[in-house]
């Protein structure tokens, strides 16, 4: 049976990679980084399930290559929508838009795809900007919690990356 949820959006800084385990060089592009845990088994769990995966992050390109390298999961990507690439960061809906169309994901198949980040203002907000279902990963305590307006806050809130699975289960068995 095929999945309702259509593709999983991620950011990258502390939603899969721990942002304080960088290691950058002088243009602040990381060249390595631990990932948070869990994080490596979603990404093979979700690309198991079938799930399209884009990578929507503002940052550095050779960043979210380097990393995703290193452990080995950059290949489970199907797109990449990176700031410095778009022209634009987060939460510009044209982020957004690249990804969802580089995945050949319709308009009115939005609110079919799941957007997963560390910020509020930037992940949450761009997402239901563009009626996605936005998930908040309350990982890291490097930027503020609390929702500073109704386009700021989730349809989901998780602590750890594994607890995206419970979501889009729950996800799935929406009729």
């Not at 838009?97 to 957007?115: K, N």
Request: with cysteine; glycine share 6%; proline share 4%.
């Amino acid at each position: 049976m095929a999945n309702r949820i259509l593709a999983v959006c991620l950011d990258f800084g502390d939603t899969l990679a721990d942002e304080a385990s960088e290691v950058k060089d002088d243009t602040l592009t990381a060249l390595r980084a631990e990932l948070i845990p869990g994080a490596g088994e979603l990404l093979h769990e979700l690309k198991r399930r079938g799930y399209k995966l884009a990578l929507v992050a503002d940052g550095r390109p050779g960043t979210y290559s380097n990393v995703l390298r290193q452990h080995s999961v950059h290949e489970l990507f199907d797109v990449f929508a990176i700031s410095e690439e778009v022209g634009v960061e987060k939460p510009d809906p044209r982020m957004f838009v690249a990804a969802l169309d580089a995945l050949d994901i319709e308009l009115e198949d939005y609110e079919r795809t799941v957007m997963v980040g560390n910020r509020l203002d930037r992940d949450v907000r761009g997402a239901n900007d563009l009626g996605m279902v936005s998930v908040w990963i309350d990982w890291s305590s490097r930027y503020y919690a609390e929702p500073k307006n109704d386009a700021e806050v989730p349809d989901f809130t998780i602590h750890a990356p594994l607890e995206l699975l419970d979501v889009l289960d729950e996800l799935e068995r929406v009729d």
